[in-house]
Structures are given as structure tokens and as C-alpha cells.
């Protein structure tokens, strides 16, 4: 949509999205406040210029770059949750639009706008979670190609705290293959453009680095390192000058902020850190050492104005390679001639010397050619730029590697290969590539390859694995590990808790997908309580603890079988299997032996009974002299304490 094109305010896309007040717009596309209609929560919906949507290379990009960014699920990250293409104007006439995550604040752009320069801890701060979000977005395969502070924004997260929020991964991408060339345009925002993006349009997570680079550098000082009065002469800087240290302008910057930014601002890639990743784990080594504090993310709110602010600023898409002229300045997203940035190209003649006069002089017949020449070059542009430039992507499902490769590069496309495993496509041939065949893409454009790796197979991890290890190993051919308290086995040589085996056993084939369930060691096997029933409590006690137990009296109870002070049995029983170590409970017998009172008097043996804790019945039809002829129970006889002896007595 262009400045003077109809507002889409009001407008209901794809019979969902309805939407609201213009917040920002630029030569790329119009962001506008929406609401989804089905799900009733506030969206933004940005909506692409109407001659982007029309390009079928556009389109295929589009979709690719914006299911690309939807698995993206970061909280730096601007959520992407629809793309579509609304026909509702008609067919021939698509609105092409994402509906994103609306972030409720400004932009980085804004906070700089108000302050100027930023103080060290909020600039790192602010970095660290920039860098956080393009890790993100580099593990999954995405180079985000234009970070700059339009596409920073900040705003208030779940917790009300500030927020930074990394917005347009892809956009520059999939824009690239709409009326411009990878390999003459430059296609990006100058300010911030790494020297490799202007060269050759190669762009790798260490551009990324580089932009960011140029971020922090600006957050730092106040201003982006390279101006100038045209933005070709702001990349020509990129590529032939080194960045200066911002301390030169702002000489509070400590000295390792200003090592760090020259690092990652290096002309070769090589020099520079290899990723967000590795970037960010330096930021955080320097921040450690200066002692800067995590910042509040400020919750910057727009003036009022009476137009929406840029968000991506002017995109010119030159008709031709050649076109050449001023631009809007290093802030927009911009496409340029590339040859004009290059140091080695030929200086134009602006004398008007005997050269100049000669020309002028040229027969008719030279003029002739030169004007057919110019006609078959216009010619051969306007074939270049309606189809010359597309090529058809060849089929290549079911072909090897090696044949895939020369299909490809032959219909002048670029393979990038990587591999996984699958059910069915044999080892070593293609299973799908994207952009698929049939599809038409641009001359040198990357396919991506995928090659079947096969079945997966249970891996052989070594008995003493830690779980961690084991479950790397299972996922690195697509199965999925679990772990099943009932599956872990007794293990006398594997560590308790570290890895026995794998079920199914490695090195069988399975499925992509399945279940493999990680069996741990429960340590040694369990000792069983030796049985000690009858042994005397010290013999039963000392028993107990050579196998490993701790014992413990657990009281007392009648045994028939025990004497007392005796074992009557153990809890848990004899025979029985519990962890080493712990505690067994001992139940001594508290039986009493009857004493032998027969033949005694029976006045004595009632005495003896009596004293033994025994009640005695039958003593009481006794004479003056009386003597125990029978007792019951018989002596020797263990009984409970306080039973009663009964016993016959004469005369």
C-alpha cells in the first residue's frame, strides 16, 4: 500500500481479521491495530503493498519466510500468528497480510529519538535481549537481515515489566525476490547493513552480528557510526572503512564495550562472533566484568502526531540494474544498485575532452549500432525482470544426493542439503525439497534439500550414561526418549539413577517418532532380612547388622516357640527384601517358663508361683500338712505372664 492508496481501516481480511487505526507504514507495508474476530483479542496486521502481492515469487517467499518466523515462540520476539491473502477485492487483486502479536509501546527508534545516546546498562540490557531473540531465530534457521531500531520495539510484558520485542524476521528476505536481484541490488537498511549484505546480498548469522553491532554502537553514542549524503555513499563506508570505537564519540563508553562493538563490527565475518549466541555470551562476560546492572526496559509512548510513524521506511525497487539516484537516508529499508558501492569499478569519463568530441563526430552507421545495441539491452532487461530471471525448479524427490546436487545446479539453483531419517524414502535419496518441484524461483536462489538418513535406530548408549546423555542420543535420530519408574532395573555395577540399557534394545530399527524408554539403574539389589525367630535379642541384633540393617527393639509379644527375650519375629519378616540401610524393628518374646512345684508343700509352691507372676488355683482344699502331687501346665511350659497354675494337692 502506498501513501496515497485507500486506508484499510475498517476492512475485515480473510473473514477474521478486523481492521482497526494505522499505526505505522512505509514502503513495504502498513501496520495497522486489528481484532481477531474468531478469537476476540487484539492483533496487529501488517499489510504488504499491493505490488508485492501480485509477484508469484513474492507470494512463495512470503508464505516460506512467515511460516518460518510462526515457529519462532520467544518472549524477544514479535509472535507471528496468521499470513493469508485476502481476495475479497477480487482474485487478480490479493491483499497480502500477517497478523502478529500487538505490542503495546514505541520502538527503540523512539526511546533514541527522546534521549539521544543511552547509558551503558540500559544499551546492554537493551542488546542482550535483541541477541536473545535472534539465538532464537538462528537455531531455527533464520537470519533476520534487517536489525535496526525500527524493528526493536519496547513494550510492557506479562508481568508489566518493559520488554524488548525483535519484529520482521524475513520480510527483507521474501521482499528480495520481488522485482529485485540478489546479485545487483542491495536490499536492506544502509545504516546498519553488513559489508557482505552489500557486496554480494550474502547474509549469514554473523550479519545479524554485525547489525547489531552497529545497534549497540548507536545506542551507545547517539548516532549510527557511517553518514552520509546518499545512502550509497553510507555502504560504500561498510564495506572499505572499519568501525570506529564509539568512545571516540562518547569517551565514557569503558574500554571493553568499545573491544567488543569493534568485534563484532569487523569487516571479514570470520573476525566476528559466530552467531547471536556466541555474541550474546560475550556481552554477558563483559557486563559481569564492567558490573553493569540489568536495566529497566523503558515503555516508551509515541507523541501524538497527525501521520503514523515509518516502519519500514521507503523500499525502492529500481526498474532496471542500472538505476541509480538519491535515496531517503540510512534509516529505511532500501534496495541500490550494487556495482555503485563497488571500489574497483571503472570511474566515469566527465571530461568532454577530443574523446568526447570524436564520439560526437561518429559516423551514422556507429550511431546506428549503438541505438540497436541500447534497444536489445532494454529489450533483454525487460525480458530479465518479467521471466528471464525465474527458473523453473526441477523435480528431485527420489534422487541420490549426488544427483539431486547436479539437477539443481544445473537448472542454476543452489542446493543446501541437510538430512533426517524416515519410514519409507531409502537412505541416501531425497525426500522433499523446498521450494518444491515445479515451483519457480529465481535464477541462484537456495533449494533446500532434505536427504533420508533412513529408519532411525535404537542408538548404542554405554550401560553408566547419564539420562541426559541418553536422551541427546535417542532424540539425534528422531525418537523420543521416556523414562518409566516401572522399566528401571537393580544394577550392581551401574550407578544408582545413571543409564542400565535402552527398550527396544540399540540397535533396532523403529519408527520416526517412536518411544524409547530409557532404563535407569536402581543400584544394588536389595538385601533380605536374615531370619533371626528364636536367636536370643544380642545374637539376633548382631546378625541384623552384618547384612547392613540397623535393628531396633519394636516391643514385645507371646510366642509359644521363644523364650523370653527371645525373637518372636521382625518387621519387615525374614526373607523379605527392603533398601539397605534401613531400619528393621525386632518383637522380643515375653513368654514365662512355668517353674516344678510338684512333691514341694504346697504352701512353698504357691509361694514360688506366686513370686514368678503366676496365679495358682487348687491350693485351696489343702490340710495343715499338704503336699503338690500334679501342677497344669507341667513345668517347663512357656505361658503367657499372669496365666494361672493349677495344681493337686494331698491330703
Not at 14 to 30: E, I, P, Q
Amino acid at each position: 500500500m502506498t501513501r496515497t492508496e485507500t486506508s484499510f481501516t475498517g476492512a475485515l481480511l480473510d473473514r477474521r481479521y478486523r481492521v482497526g487505526d494505522l499505526l505505522a507504514r512505509g514502503g513495504m507495508s502498513a501496520v495497522y491495530r486489528g481484532v481477531d474476530t474468531r478469537l476476540d483479542r487484539p492483533v496487529a496486521v501488517k499489510i504488504m503493498d499491493a505490488r508485492f502481492a501480485g509477484d508469484r515469487s513474492f507470494v512463495e517467499r512470503f508464505e516460506r519466510e512467515a511460516r518460518s518466523a510462526a515457529r519462532l515462540h520467544h518472549p524477544h520476539v514479535v509472535a507471528v500468528h496468521d499470513q493469508g491473502f485476502d481476495t475479497s477485492a477480487g482474485p487478480e487483486n490479493p491483499t497480502a497480510f500477517l497478523v502478529m502479536e500487538l505490542v503495546a509501546g514505541g520502538t527503540l527508534r523512539d526511546l533514541l529519538d527522546q534521549r539521544g545516546r543511552l547509558d551503558a546498562g540500559l544499551a546492554v540490557t537493551i542488546t542482550q535481549q535483541v541477541l536473545s531473540a535472534l539465538t532464537a531465530a538462528h537455531a531455527a534457521g533464520l537470519v533476520h537481515r534487517d536489525v535496526k531500531p525500527e524493528n526493536v520495539l519496547l513494550g510492557r510484558g506479562a508481568d508489566g515489566d518493559g520488554v524488548v520485542k525483535v519484529a520482521d524476521f524475513g520480510l527483507v528476505r521474501a521482499a528480495a525476490g520481488a522485482g529485485t536481484t540478489s546479485t545487483s541490488v542491495i536490499l536492506g537498511t544502509v545504516g546498519y547493513l553488513s559489508p557482505e549484505q552489500v557486496t554480494t546480498g550474502a547474509a549469514d548469522p554473523r550479519s545479524d552480528v554485525y547489525s547489531t553491532g552497529i545497534l549497540l554502537y548507536e545506542m551507545l553514542t547517539g548516532q549510527v557510526p557511517y553518514q552520509g549524503d546518499t545512502a550509497l555513499s553510507v555502504a560504500y563506508r561498510h564495506v572499505n572503512d572499519d568501525v570506529p570505537p564509539p568512545s571516540e564519540q562518547a569517551p565514557d563508553v569503558p574500554p571493553a564495550l568499545d573491544q567488543l562493538v569493534l568485534r563484532a563490527t569487523r569487516r571479514d565475518p570470520e573476525a566476528r562472533p559466530g552467531g547471536a549466541e556466541a555474541f550474546l555470551a560475550e556481552l554477558g562476560r563483559v557486563a559481569t566484568e564492567l558490573e553493569l546492572r540489568r536495566s529497566a526496559i523503558p515503555v516508551v509512548t509515541r507523541p501524538a502526531t497527525d501521520s503514523a510513524p515509518e516502519t519500514d521506511s521507503e523500499l525502492t525497487v529500481p526498474a532496471m540494474p542500472a538505476v541509480t539516484g538519491s535515496v531517503a537516508g540510512p534509516r529505511g529499508t532500501q534496495a541500490l544498485p550494487r556495482h555503485a558501492t563497488d571500489p574497483q569499478a571503472e570511474p566515469r569519463d566527465e571530461t568532454a575532452g577530443s574523446g568526447a568530441v570524436a564520439r560526437r563526430r561518429a559516423p551514422v552507421a556507429v550511431l546506428a549500432l549503438v541505438a540497436l545495441l541500447l534497444l536489445g539491452g532494454i529489450g533483454t532487461g525487460v525480458w530479465w525482470f518479467s521471466s528471464g530471471r525465474y527458473v523453473d525448479v526441477p523435480p528431485v524427490d527420489g534422487l541420490s544426493r549426488a544427483e539431486a546436487e547436479t539437477t539443481l545446479r544445473q537448472a542454476g539453483l543452489t542446493p543446501v542439503v541437510t538430512e533426517e531419517r524416515h519410514n519409507t524414502t531409502p537412505s541416501g535419496t531425497v525426500i522433499r525439497s523446498d521450494p518444491a518441484g515445479g515451483s519457480r524461483a529465481l535464477q541462484d536462489d537456495e533449494v533446500s534439500v532434505v536427504i533420508s538418513l533412513g529408519k532411525p535406530v535404537v542408538p548404542d548408549v554405554r550401560a553408566g550414561a547419564s539420562v541426559p546423555e541418553a536422551e541427546r542420543a535417542v532424540r539425534n535420530v528422531q525418537l523420543e526418549p521416556r523414562l518409566n519408574p516401572e522399566a528401571d532395573e537393580y544394577s550392581e555395577s551401574v550407578p544408582e539413577g545413571d543409564v542400565v540399557t535402552l527398550r527396544p534394545k540399540p540397535g533396532s530399527q523403529a519408527n520416526v517418532g517412536d518411544a524409547v524408554t530409557v532404563v535407569r539403574s536402581k543400584g544394588p539389589p536389595p538385601t533380605p532380612v536374615p531370619d533371626i525367630a528364636g536367636q536370643p535379642r544380642d545374637q539376633a541384633f548382631q546378625a541384623l547388622r552384618n547384612a547392613g540393617f540397623e535393628p531396633y527393639e519394636a516391643g514385645e509379644e507371646f510366642s509359644g516357640n521363644a523364650p523370653a527375650g527371645h525373637v518372636v519375629r521382625t518387621e519387615p519378616e525374614g526373607g523379605s527384601t527392603v533398601e539397605q540401610g534401613n531400619r528393621v524393628g525386632v518383637i522380643l518374646s515375653n513368654a514365662v517358663e512355668v517353674p516344678s512345684v510338684v512333691g514341694r508343700r504346697t504352701e512353698q509352691a504357691v509361694s514360688i508361683l506366686r513370686e514368678a507372676g503366676f496365679e495358682v488355683s487348687g491350693d485351696d482344699s489343702r490340710g495343715p500338712i499338704s503336699f503338690v502331687v500334679r501342677q497344669d501346665p507341667d513345668r517347663g511350659s512357656l505361658v503367657e505372664p499372669g496365666s494361672t497354675v493349677n495344681l493337686s494337692v494331698i491330703p
